[in-house]
């Protein structure tokens, strides 16, 4: 079966560059999650959107911007990059904002130097 | 291709009883499994199991792995409804040098007053 899709898995970027990272949920899946996970960490829970619109926000940094796309795939755009960015990015996909739970897929592990 | 299978997806039981949990993987390199509950946003973590045979406690929930059968459970006694949530279980591996992180779908736990 088809799984949430995240890309790219892993991405080196320097202090103040972009990143972009991207995610393809579970096909009719209407909504997404962003987490972040740093070393040690429970994942954060950053933004979310249902039906192409923003439904929640979390902690997510006035830094990084997301949006979902008419294909219902994601984009989180993280600009200014700071050393403490470095984490692993989970998007999270599911049906109905998430009534049968969310489907994670496996992560985009971003290293900033 | 790396996996993580949890069962039952879902789970109705009353306040009082108890209900066990499962998790069986397969993933390359096995470094450890974790479990997580999430109840409205992110995850929250609960253990993380290394060793095999080794029980976990914390309060009312438990946990052991089995490294040789691949599989892991979790334990809630006297389940209250504040219990009611999605548990995850995940399993770290590494691969070509770098950590991933695989997570199951996830069982949704309903307890009834």
């Known amino acids: 079966a088809a799984g949430v899709i995240q890309s790219p898995r892993h991405l080196i970027k320097e202090k103040r560059e972009t990143a972009t990272l991207k995610c393809y949920p579970i096909p009719r899946h209407d909504t997404v999650y962003w987490y972040q996970q740093g070393p040690g960490q429970d994942p954060q829970f950053l933004i979310s959107?249902?039906?192409?619109?923003?439904?929640d926000k979390g902690s997510i940094p006035d830094r990084f911007s997301a949006q979902q796309f008419s294909d219902y795939h994601s984009e989180l755009n993280m600009s200014s990059l700071e050393l403490g960015d470095s984490a692993l990015y989970f998007c999270a996909s599911s049906l109905d904002q998430g009534a049968l739970g969310q489907y994670f897929g496996p992560g985009t592990r971003l290293t900033v130097t | 291709e790396d996996k993580v299978v949890q069962s039952p997806l879902s789970l109705v039981v009353h306040e009082g009883d108890t209900v066990t949990l499962n998790c069986s993987y397969e993933v390359t390199n096995f470094r450890s499994l974790l479990w997580y509950k999430q109840e409205k946003k992110a995850p929250t973590f609960l253990f993380m199991l290394?060793?095999?045979?080794i029980e976990k406690k914390s309060g009312r929930l438990s946990s052991i792995l089995d490294k040789k059968e691949l599989f892991s459970i979790l334990n809630i006694t006297a389940t209250q409804t504040g219990d009611s949530a999605i548990y995850l279980c995940?399993?770290?591996?590494?691969?070509?040098?770098?950590?991933?992180?695989?997570f199951g779908k996830g069982t949704k736990l309903t307890v009834n007053p």
């Open positions: 290394t060793s095999s045979g």
């Open positions: 959107f249902y039906e192409k619109m923003q439904s």
């Open positions: 995940a399993v770290e591996g590494l691969q070509g040098g770098s950590e991933k992180l695989v």
